[in-house]
Every structure is written in C-alpha cells, then in structure tokens.
C-alpha cells in the first residue's frame, strides 16, 4: 500500500505554503492506511505518487503545484464548511476485534508512527507548511486518538463495570457474611438457650419452703392456730350477748381480733405450702401444693372466715361483735389439733376425758350467753324465768350476770331440773329444745366414758381372764396348792413387771420391714453376744433376730437337765441362772445376764461325744427372763445360707476341739448316713412334689384341648347350617373389613 512521508515530500523551504497554512499543527506519524484517509481523487492521487522525486506533489511543473493548492483550498473550505469534525462511529474492525484486539491494533499504529517520525521536528508541529500531509496524517491521528479514546472510554467502563461488579460482589459477600453472622448468631444463641436450658436443668431448683404435716413444726403451728380458733369460739358470743363485756375492754378486743386475723391469713399460706404424698413421694411444687389446697372443701371454709365483715363497722359500730362469726369456720384446724394431740400423747384415755368435758362446758357456756340474750329481748325480771333485773341488789354486776346463767344452762342441759319454769311459749320451746340437747349430751357422756373406762382396763382383763380360766383349770385338775401358788406367783410377777404382752400378737399388724427393726432395736444386741453368731451375715442374724422366744422362769425351775435332749439355745436377758450338781444344790457357776447356753446342742456337730444332750444342769435362782432359739427355727434359716451354715459348724467344731468334746476320726469320715438319708427323703419329697404339679398341668392341658375342639365343632355346625346366601354375606362382610 503507497504511504505518505512528509519530511521527504515537503521540505521546509517553501514559505508560501507555510503563509497558506491556518495554524494547524504537523503531526509526525504518518504511515496509515489509504483506506482511512479523507475520500477525494487528490487524496488517492498523492497516496500513489513515489516516495522519492520532486515531481510527485512539489515537482517543478505547474501542474503539479496547481493540484496541490486545489486540494488544499477544497479541505479549507470542507473544513470551514462543517465545523469541528464529528467524530466517526467505530468501525466494523473495532466492533468485530472486540477491546483485546483494539489495542494490539492500537499499539501496532502507534509503533509505525513512532518509526516514520524523527525526533528532531517536535518544535515545527506548531506551524505546518504543508496542509494536504496535515490533512492525511491529522486524519489518522484523529482516527487514533478516537480509537485510543473509545479504548480509554471502554477500559473504564469496564474498570466501572469491574468496580460495580466488585463492589456489587462485596456487597453480596457483606450480605452473605451478615447472614453468615446471623445464623452463626443464631446458632450461638441457640446454643447458648440449650446450655442456659442445660444449666437450668442441672441447676437444682429452688427449694421452697414447705411444711411438711407429719413434723413437730407442722403440731407446732397447728397449737398456734388452735389459739385464735378457740378464743373465737368462747368469745365472741360472749362479748355479742354481755354488752358490758364489749364496751369495757375495747382495746384489748381490737387487738386480740386481728391478732387472730393475722394468724388466720398465715395460716391460708401455710396450708397453700403443705406438703402432701404422691405415689408415696413428699410433693414439694408451689403450684400443685396451691392447686391441691383450693380444689379440698376446706378452702370455702377459709374464705368464709377470711372474708373482712369488718368493714360493716364503719356502718354499725365497733360494738357489734357477732358480724365476726364468720371467723367460726375455721373450726376445722382446733379438731385437727385435737386428733394430733390424741395421737401423740402417752395417755389417750385420760385426754379423751378431758377433750369430751371441754365439749360438754362449750355448749353450756353457749347456752348461757343465749339465756341471757333472750332475757335481754324479752326484759330482764319480766317473769320468773327471765334473769332477774340489774336492779336487785348484786344482779347488776358483770360477773353474777355470766355466772347466773352458766348455773342455769348447765342446770337445764344435765337434766337436772331445779330452775324456774318458763312461761311464754318461746320460753317454752327453748326449754323443751335445751332438754333434748341435754338427753344427747349425756348419752354422748355415758357412753364415752363406759367406752373409755373398758379401754384403760382392757389389759387387765384380759390378763385377768388368763388368770382365771388356768385358776378353773388347776382346780378342775385338783393340782396341790403348791403347785397352784407357783402358778399364780408366775403371773403377779408378769403383771407387777409388765411382762403380758405377747409381742407376736402385738407386732403383727406391723409390715416385716419394721418388724424385723423393732425386733433389732430390741434383741439384736443380746444376740450379737453369742461367740457362734458374731461374724455371721447381718440378714442371717436380722431372721434370727424374729424367730426369739422370751421365757420367763420362776425361782428353782430347771431350764435344763443333764442328758435331756437339745432343742433351743438359751440367752439371759435379765435374772440369774445356776449350774448345779444333780442333787440341785450344789452350785459350780452362775450365769448372768448376757450368757447363753445350748449352742452346741442345736447345730447338730458331726462326732460331737455329747451329741445333742444336756451335759449339766442349769436352774433358775429367781425371776429369769431368757431368749429361746429353737434348732427347727435356726435350720430353716440357715437354707438359705449355706456359707454361714459351714461357718457355724466349724465354729461348733473348734470350741468341741478346744473342750476335747469331739470325735476326730467321726467328725472326718464324711457325711453322716442320717444326713444322707434325710437328703433323700427330702429329694423324694421334692421329686413327688414335682409330679403332682406336672399331672395337674397335663390334665389342665387335656381339659384346654377338650374344650376347643368342643368350641370347633359347635362352629362347625353353624358353619353347616348356613345357606349359601348368608355364606357369602359373611365372606363379603370379612373382605370389606380388610
């Protein structure tokens, strides 16, 4: 393709065409191509003139210089005809390479110019002598320098579109981050609930304060509460009938009134924290101790007597103490201190006494607060039933006035009579309902204390119908006198030492469990005293401990006789024992309390020289009470201890060795025949036993088998009857089922 150079086409020594020039500058890259210059036949025909030769554009005919001036005076007068050149849109090649290859283009243009230029004309690109050149090469600098522009214009758009995008990317990670956050907040706070949910349920709650009704706190509170109760009881229709009584201690009535107020209040909040027993287990939860106190009866009753009628004083005075009766209802807590209290007590008959007379002196003090109160409506001295007026002398005085009519009621209610007769009609029935509620006081009176007086003497006569039927017996018998004297000695020395009771009869209402503890609260330390027993399982000696017989032997009984046969051990609880010779006299010790005997004999010691007889005499010197341990007793528990049965052999074993009591060529020749023989008797039991319980199976199993094939065949029959119809039915109604 023909290029332009203007340094060689255009010297500088042509000053007409430097006058002719309008200032443009000369641009010095100038290798471009023809394709991009401005359209025109000068253009194309300076673009194909030689490089070299002044006869190209500046050659010396007049031809030449003649198309040069035309072609620069038709670009002047194009450019002062359209202004400032517009610039061009991009190119197909521009919108075809894409911006990557723009600037490889780019950068190859920039290199050629850099090539076609010198370096020494950068001072003559402010005055150009040679227009058409500065027209070609303006055009492609232009075109350049747009190019270059729009490559400017697109990198940064794409800097801002790579700026939004990161920015619309950070943002986006900002958001997710925050999200992130939040989650992990969740997550933490989720984590955070469990642990608190963690902590709280490893935290013990909060104990409460409760009371527990089977405490000496809870008998403590309820005598507090029996206080206020009772001072209502007595009171208020005593201050309500005698209205001297009121008006006199005013103060002292206010004070002791909401006093017991308060306690009545303290008490609804104790009872909103009583303790009550759930599957057997103490319930200690404040809502289901509230709960369990409002859905009982008693709560209305406590509202009831809670409610303030206090406030109708303000309308009717503070003398008008029966607006207070309400307080009445809380009745219920001084019965309860009185069951507790009967409970709880050493004398229960005498309190039951004392508690049936405390009711007997409420009604007749109620009773002569009504008296009165009728003989204040009616008139005093009216009539001769009526209290007398205050104006006889010593009638008006407040004490004669409550003590007339407590002899009046008590008079009325006993039935006794002896008191003025009535003589309205009113009168008449308040007598007539006073002598009915006297008839039920002392049956209730008579009754109660028959019932009371047979309970303190139970004891003695049961002992003294004993003492009786063995007294009737003796002398049924024509036993001596002697004998008979002994006799009864035996039982005033089980009476003086409180010795009837049976304890089998007495304990056996209780459960094993506190049987057996009773029973080691009270023998156990006798028992631990036996050499044989001392290391034994503590189970094994709790079922000894309740298989103990107490025995109480008079002075001179023999407990044992040299060669009698060995059933029980002995263990002195109380009393002297005395080995003797056999003329009974003579003595070689004496045993105290703590000693035991007759341990041997009952283990059944293989090779033992005494076997299982006597070998002294033992005799009571008094009174002796002695724990008695049977060997059947003993053997039965002991089953269920092989271990411990060994052990005690061996034990019996080495005191027989120690006391050369033993036989060592018996006591090593193995099982005893008896032994052996007793083992299989019992196996045969045990065998025979067995087949009596597989029979009964069998012939419950035939009887099952009879009666299902009874059942089969009565179903079978029905089967049979049914027609076809109602065959299907039945399958239809099966198949819908399924």
């Keep these: 393709m023909a290029k332009i150079c203007t340094i060689k086409s255009y010297p500088t020594n042509q000053s007409s065409l430097d006058d002719s020039d309008d200032g443009s500058d000369r641009v010095h890259s100038a290798c471009e191509d023809a394709s991009s210059a401005v359209p025109g036949p000068a253009s194309t025909a300076t673009s194909r003139l030689p490089e070299s030769g002044r006869s190209s554009v500046r050659g010396a005919g007049a031809m030449g210089r003649l198309s040069h001036f035309l072609f620069t005076l038709r670009s002047w007068a194009a450019r002062r005809l359209r202004g400032p050149e517009e610039e061009r849109p991009d190119s197909f090649l521009e919108r075809f390479r894409g911006p990557e290859l723009l600037d490889l283009t780019s950068r190859g243009s920039n290199a050629q110019s850099s090539l076609c230029q010198p370096d020494g004309l950068g001072k003559r690109n402010k005055t150009n002598h040679w227009p058409l050149a500065t027209y070609n090469m303006n055009n492609c600098n232009n075109t350049d320098d747009k190019k270059e522009d729009k490559k400017d214009e697109i990198k940064k758009d794409e800097k801002k579109d790579d700026e939004k995008k990161d920015g619309d990317k950070k943002e986006e990670e900002k958001k997710d981050a925050k999200a992130d956050d939040k989650k992990d907040e969740k997550k933490d706070d989720k984590k955070d609930d469990k642990k608190d949910d963690k902590k709280k349920e490893e935290e013990p709650k909060k104990e409460i304060w409760v009371m527990d009704p089977s405490t000496d706190a809870y008998y403590k509170w309820l005598a507090i509460i029996a206080l206020p109760v009772f001072y209502n009881l007595v009171m208020l229709v005593t201050r309500s009938c005698f209205n001297e009584l009121q008006e006199n201690y005013t103060y002292l009535w206010i004070f002791l009134d909401y006093t017991s107020d308060f306690i009545y209040y303290s008490d609804a909040f104790v009872k909103s924290r009583t303790a009550f027993l759930e599957q057997g287990l103490l319930v200690k939860d404040a809502q289901k101790l509230r709960a369990n106190y409002f859905i009982k009866p008693i709560f209305k009753y406590d509202v009831l007597a809670m409610l303030p009628t206090d406030i109708l004083f303000f309308k009717y005075g503070y003398n008008n103490p029966e607006l207070r009766f309400n307080r009445l209802f809380k009745m219920s807590r001084l019965l309860e201190f009185f069951e507790r209290t009967e409970t709880r007590t050493s004398f229960p008959n005498v309190f039951r006494i004392s508690n049936l007379v405390l009711y007997i002196l409420i009604i007749i003090h109620w009773n002569g607060c009504l008296f009165f109160a009728i003989s204040k409506t009616l008139g005093f001295g009216s009539d001769t039933w009526v209290y007398p007026n205050s104006s006889r002398p010593g009638f008006e005085r ?6 007339y009519c407590l002899y009046w009621s008590t008079l009325t209610l006993t039935c006794i009579g002896e008191v003025p007769p009535p003589v309205s009609d009113f009168e008449y029935l308040f007598v007539v309902g006073d002598f009915l509620v006297g008839v039920l006081i002392f049956a209730s ?23 009786d039927a063995i007294k009737q017996y003796m002398q049924s018998r024509q036993v001596s006198k002697e004998l008979e004297a002994r ?7 089980l009476w003086t030492e409180n010795k009837t009771c049976d304890e089998k009869a007495v304990l056996k209402h209780l459960p094993d469990k506190l049987k057996a503890e009773i029973a080691i609260n009270v023998h156990l330390d006798t028992l631990k005293k036996v050499r044989i027993f001392q290391d034994c399982e503590a189970a ?21 006789k040299k060669g009698d046969i060995g059933r029980e051990m002995y263990i002195i609880q109380d009393g002297k024992l005395a080995v003797v010779a056999d003329d009974g006299i003579t003595q070689f010790v004496v045993l105290g309390e703590g000693a035991y005997f007759g341990e041997i004999s009952i283990l059944g010691i293989k090779g033992s020289k005494a076997g299982n007889r006597r070998t002294a005499n033992i005799r009571s010197v008094g009174y002796s009470d002695l724990f008695a341990l049977s060997k059947d007793d003993l053997m039965e528990s002991l089953t269920e201890y092989p271990d411990a049965k060994k052990a005690l052999e061996e034990k019996g074993k080495a005191i027989l060795m120690k006391d050369n009591l033993i036989d060592e060529a018996i006591a090593n020749a193995g099982a005893d025949p008896l032994e052996l023989f007793d083992r299989i008797v019992n196996l045969q039991n045990s065998v025979d036993a067995t087949t009596v319980k597989f029979a009964r199976l069998m012939a419950e199993q035939v009887s099952t088998q009879n009666k299902i094939r009874e059942r089969v065949k009565s179903m079978e029959a029905k089967v049979k009857s049914l027609s ?3 065959k299907e039915e039945v399958v239809e109604d ?5």
């Design 487 to 493: 006799v009864i000695k035996w039982f005033d020395y």
């Design 540 to 560: 094994l000696l709790i079922e000894l401990v309740l298989k103990l017989q107490p025995q109480v032997f008079s002075p001179g009984d023999y407990i044992c």
């Design 445 to 467: 009176i008579v009754g109660n204390v028959g019932a009371m007086v047979l309970n303190m003497n139970a004891s003695r006569t049961d002992f003294q119908t004993k003492v």
């Design 734 to 738: 099966k198949t819908d089922k399924k």
């Design 724 to 726: 076809k119809d109602e």
């Design 398 to 403: 407040l004490a004669r006035k409550y003590i």
